[in-house]
């Protein structure tokens, strides 16, 4: 056994370049996957959007050409 075999970090953890690579994957995968989900939530918002009438629009506070605008938005913006 050499020298280098026997330094050990003084928490007890063991430094792993792959379960930092890991860490960092997982957390992309993370970031995308939340990304995604709000994405489709504006698309099913937008969707429900425009099966609403202009009456039920105005009740809400929402004008029929800004709801239009918003519906037309791509799902990622």
Known sequence: ????????RSDGAESHPARSQNSGLLHTASTLIGWFGNAMMKRRTRLHLSELSDD???????????????IKRFFWD
Do not use: C, Y
């Open 1 to 8: 056994m050499s020298t280098i075999d026997t330094i050990r």
């Open 56 to 70: 039920l629009l105005n009740d809400v506070g929402i004008a029929p050409a800004e709801a239009r605008r918003e």
